[in-house]
């Protein structure tokens, strides 16, 4: 929906979470649902949403459900047809929401209220023992004014013991990777892009020739994919570009292909809103050269390589996580 898609883009740059952002779409457009709003404030398609649930399935070692577009629709807009409990779960992990935040009904619910935390829904949890504990202890959930400067303030003191770089200073800059892919929907978009971009600055000391470790190019690349997507979003396509770019290079100097895959069908992507045809297509047939067989390479043909026109709309990527080599 085209006014969603602008009221998103006002919210975002307002600083809006993504509870206001789906607020003010339904305020806005009161024949949206709750469902459907958080998705459309995330800036999701409903194909989007089926990939992110299929693969939040694999991660957990499961087979992928049969989940489907039509499926999503109905629940968004039959009040008579919800999600199982499964599904719930699913939803609530990948949209990073609790259950009524999205309008699902009490019958749904497949766990009590209090045990659905932001944070544990956004690292892939939901162990209600845990939730309970933290509570009772008075832990407070992380914010953006202290939870995430703190990840870089880490990173920080690590370098300071460790100018040169080291084995802690690779798992430090991994786990902020995570933590920021993570958390992505949970920040303002300016203020993470301040934060990626400083704790990228504090590894540029470590790049000297000979100087960084694999998995610190790695992180690096991954860090400068989140700044592409967060740059397109603040609607920077040329910045956007350039950090990708950055990604894609780092990711092929340390063999990373899933993320030189990745890279690529985003610069796909912002080629295609651009109005560049050809250079979206090309970069998709070269992020489909580098991905891995399977669920990526499938991937990179839907979102990048089959809708590379001018005309088709663009949303964001999770950038992948990690994988030790």
């Known amino acids: ?17 993504n509870e206001q952002a789906a607020a003010a779409i339904r305020e806005a457009l009161p024949e949206v649902t709750r469902l459907e709003a958080w998705r459309l404030a995330l800036g999701w398609s409903r194909a989007d949403t089926v990939t992110q649930i299929a693969e939040l399935y694999q ?32 939803l609530c992990r990948v949209y990073r929401a609790r259950p009524e935040q999205l309008g699902l009904p009490q019958s749904q619910r ?18 209600a023992g845990v939730a309970v504990s933290r509570r009772q202890e008075g832990t407070e959930q992380m914010t953006t004014d202290a939870g995430l400067p703190s990840v870089r303030e880490s990173l920080q003191l690590a370098l300071l013991a460790e100018p040169d770089g080291s084995s802690l200073v690779d798992e430090l800059a991994e786990a902020a990777a995570d933590h920021y892919a993570l958390n992505y929907s949970r ?3 300016p203020v993470l892009f301040k934060e990626v971009r400083a704790t990228r600055a504090l590894l540029a000391a470590v790049l000297a020739p000979g100087g960084a470790s694999t998995d610190l190019q790695r992180q690096v690349g991954r860090l400068s994919a989140l700044l592409g997507n ?13 950090h990708l770019g950055t990604a894609a290079a780092y990711a092929n100097r340390c063999g990373d292909m899933a993320l030189a895959a990745w890279a690529y069908g985003a610069l796909s992507m912002v080629a295609r ?17 580098a991905a891995p067989r399977g669920l990526l390479r499938a991937q990179l043909h839907a979102w990048g390589r089959c809708p590379a ?6 949303t964001g990527k999770r950038v992948p996580r990690s994988r030790k080599r």
């Not at 085209?2 to 979470?17: K, L, P, S």
């Not at 499926?71 to 807009?77: A, P, Q, T, V």
């Not at 809103?273 to 050269?289: F, H, I, K, Q, V």
């Open 1 to 17: 929906m085209r006014e969603a898609a602008r009221i998103r883009t006002r919210c975002q740059r307002a600083g809006y979470t």
């Open 59 to 90: 991660a957990d070692g499961l087979m992928p459900p049969g989940l489907s577009e039509s499926m999503l629709c109905r629940w968004e807009h039959d009040p008579d047809d919800w999600p199982g409990g499964d599904y719930a779960v699913m």
């Open 110 to 127: 497949v766990l009590p209220l209090t045990s659905w935390t932001a944070d544990m829904i956004g690292y892939g949890r939901h162990d």
């Open 187 to 189: 920040h303002p978009v």
């Open 230 to 242: 967060l740059a397109f979003h603040l609607e920077d396509p040329s910045g956007a570009r350039t």
């Open 273 to 289: 809103s651009t109005g560049n045809p050809p250079a979206a297509l090309a970069y998709a047939d070269r992020g489909t050269a």
């Open 309 to 314: 026109s001018p005309s088709r709309a663009v």
